[in-house]
T-cell receptor, first 116, second 116 residues
Framework: GAVVSQHPSRVICKSGTSVKIECRSLDFQATTMFWYRQFPKQSLMLMAT?????????EQGVEKDKFLINHASLTLSTLTVTSAHPEDSSFYIC????????????FGNGTRLTVT | AQSVTQLDSQVPVFEEAPVELRCNYS??????LFWYVQYPNQGLQLLLKYLSGSTLVKGINGFEAEFNKSQTSFHLRKPSVHISDTAEYFCAVSVIGGGSNYKLTFGKGTLLTVNP
């Protein structure tokens, strides 16, 4: 079945550095990808919606200069957390929607980011 | 704007017992409804969805849900649970005609714990 690969699954970085998270659709073309953030024991909060070849649409309260999203191809979207701080530590999850009406949504397995 | 309320943050049950996880939503426009399951440190897996048609929806792993428009509810049920059903369950909605079927608003989740 359709798979979304998210990499890395875990990353630890030092405060002030940047971290890139990749989200790939392995056997389908994803016109739209979504990025979520999940705090411990809480729900998923939509950060942004990205469409291939255009700028991402960020949700209210999400800093677009801090969370850089690139959707350069129909199979790859990246989220870069710039100048990370400990409060950015969280579980980040991507999802991808295929082309065509009725296409399902597939989630990646998430990335656990810890900023020290 | 739409919102999703999952009335129970935790539901403990014994193996082979029936379970119902409650979900209510609020929206000024018509919505699609979804239930997802999340195992620890993983992404989300779709259990079932309601887009149109029969209000009783059957999903994977023996789960079903019933859409009740008058009560704005979409409760998830399983007649007999297994230990392996222990996970976090999320109810979600998306606005019909909102550009993408999958710009999801999630509830806060219900932790289902199945005890032997």
């Amino acid at each position: 079945g359709a798979v979304v690969s998210q990499h890395p699954s875990r990353v630890i970085c030092k405060s002030g550095t940047s971290v890139k998270i990749e989200c790939r659709s392995l056997d389908f073309q994803a016109t739209t990808m979504f990025w979520y953030r999940q705090f411990p024991k809480q729900s998923l909060m939509l950060m942004a919606t990205s469409n291939e070849g255009s700028k991402a649409t960020y949700e209210q309260g999400v800093e677009k200069d801090k969370f850089l999203i690139n959707h350069a191809s129909l199979t790859l979207s990246t989220l870069t957390v710039t100048s990370a701080h400990p409060e950015d530590s969280s579980f980040y999850i991507c999802s991808a929607e295929g082309q065509g009406a009725g296409s399902p949504l597939h989630f990646g397995n998430g990335t656990r980011l810890t900023v020290t | 704007a739409q919102s999703v309320t999952q009335l129970d943050s935790q539901v403990p049950v014994f193996e082979e017992a029936p379970v119902e996880l409650r979900c209510n939503y609020s929206s000024s426009v018509s919505v699609y409804l979804f239930w997802y399951v999340q195992y620890p440190n993983q992404g989300l897996q779709l259990l079932l969805k309601y887009l149109s048609g029969s209000t009783l929806v059957k999903g994977i792993n023996g789960f079903e849900a019933e859409f009740n428009k008058s009560q704005t509810s979409f409760h998830l049920r399983k007649p007999s649970v297994h230990i392996s059903d222990t996970a976090e369950y999320f109810c979600a909605v998306s606005v019909i005609g909102g550009g993408s079927n999958y710009k999801l608003t999630f509830g806060k989740g219900t932790l289902l714990t199945v005890n032997p």
